[in-house]
């Protein structure tokens, strides 16, 4: 099961990213190589300069923040609707699809929400432009404010890509550019709202609000028997900004841009 818009690459946005990458791009490749040598099979069979590109444009955007294909250079990028953004996407759609999933409970920080952003009516999507990063509720600390529990078909592990020992600290997953996200309802705490969504594959209906379907309810269950079990942590410790802040409203286009 795919998700997302279809970004479709070829050539020249594998030259723009690495026009963009600069000097970076050397260190980024260096690390990526190092993990093929681990795990050859993320390969699956592609020629050696369409695998890099994908998995530096992941590896980049997970470890490098401000730089060229950092998190952040991407996030303002997409505020500002530059080009730039496009061959990143393209990447980090490549990159990702070579990864292993998860398929399970994932939590996100979303800050303080806005009362419209904190109660929006199930069936409602999400559909951010970027990367949505979150972590497996299982051995994630708990957020300070509000937050997401998303239930996961096709989010990525990306452990291997950050170099982190494997086991060590909670396991991040990264959904690819453009995943939809489906609101099946909200759960309040003392001054905490957590908003239940689900992963929507490509290809399914939109959404219409007040409605719920059988895949929604299926992970309605789901999630609530996750929001009932034990805490992720007794107290909240600080997020990385990466898995942190609101999810956008909307739909992905026809022609693979959000």
Known sequence: MRTGPSYRGGPA?????RALAGDQWWQQQAAVGRMLTVSPGLRGGDPDDVVLAGLIAVRSFLTLDDAPL?????????????ADAHPCLVGLASGLRRLPSYRGAVVRAAGTLPPRA????????????GPVGAY?????PAPAGDRYLIWSMTGRRVRALTGSPARTGPE???FAPGTRFRVLGTRGGTGVTTVLLREVAAGEPAGRPGDQDAADRQA???????????ATAEDPA??????????AEGHPRGDGTV
Do not use: I, K, N
């Open 238 to 247: 600080p997020w990385p900004p990466r898995l942190a802040g609101p999810l």
């Open 70 to 82: 950092g998190w952040r250079w991407l996030e303002r990028r997409l505020v500002a609707g530059s």
């Open 172 to 174: 991040e997953v990264l």
């Open 118 to 129: 904190s109660a929006p009516l199930p069936g409602t999507e999400l559909c951010p432009a």
């Open 13 to 17: 946005d594998r030259q723009a990213l």
């Open 220 to 230: 309605m269950e789901q999630l609530t028997q996750a929001v009932a079990g034990p």
């Open 136 to 140: 497996v509720r299982e051995g994630a």
